[in-house]
């Protein structure tokens, strides 16, 4: 059940991370926890090493929680705690991902969001232009930043950000809240 005292305990374990490997596992342990408390999800695997990748987290959607109902049962998670916005390379593997892996959905967690130009140097809807993309494939990845976290005191309000994070990739919106 979630614990708002306990979910603030993470988020200053976040704050006060100290080397790189910290800020990454005290980010993923975030957001696990908020995973972990919404029903019929459960991690099934967490910085699962590949030969050529990484995933930070593996969930599976049993489908019994409203808001996850569009996504798919398998759904990636990638976990970004980085100092600036995370630009395409990054954003642009996690979505590959998800298509080798035949799936539809993912969520992406970037502290500091993603960059807006990194289609090309001076196009300042870059990552729109990915995110549509990937929608005329049909694959639908939501973005949510650390902000976002911040802003979060109930379960419901996680539940809340999922939706409008998911319904605003349909109207160009993926960033509004």
């Not at 019994?64 to 390379?89: H, Q, Y």
């Not at 140097?121 to 929608?135: E, P, R």
Request: glycine share 8%; hydrophobic share 45%; with cysteine.
């Amino acid at each position: 059940m979630f614990d708002l005292p306990t979910y603030q305990g993470l988020l200053a374990a976040v704050d006060a991370a100290v080397t790189t490997t910290q800020k990454g596992d005290r980010f993923e342990e975030l957001c696990a926890y908020l995973f972990n408390n919404l029903a019929g999800v459960s991690i099934e695997g967490r910085d699962a090493v590949m030969a050529a990748e990484e995933i930070d987290i593996v969930l599976w959607n049993a489908q019994t929680e409203e808001v996850l109902r569009p996504f798919d049962n398998t759904i990636l998670v990638e976990c970004k705690n980085w100092s600036s916005p995370v630009g395409a390379p990054s954003f642009d593997s996690f979505i590959s991902k998800v298509r080798r892996r035949t799936l539809k959905t993912g969520i992406f967690i970037a502290a500091n969001g993603v960059t807006g130009d990194f289609l090309n140097s001076n196009n300042g809807s870059g990552a729109i232009d990915l995110i549509k993309a990937a929608l005329g494939e049909g694959i639908r990845v939501i973005i949510i930043n650390r902000a976002d976290l911040d802003a979060i005191t109930t379960i419901d309000d996680f539940r809340t950000l999922i939706k409008k994070r998911y319904c605003g990739l349909f109207i160009h919106k993926p960033f509004n809240n």
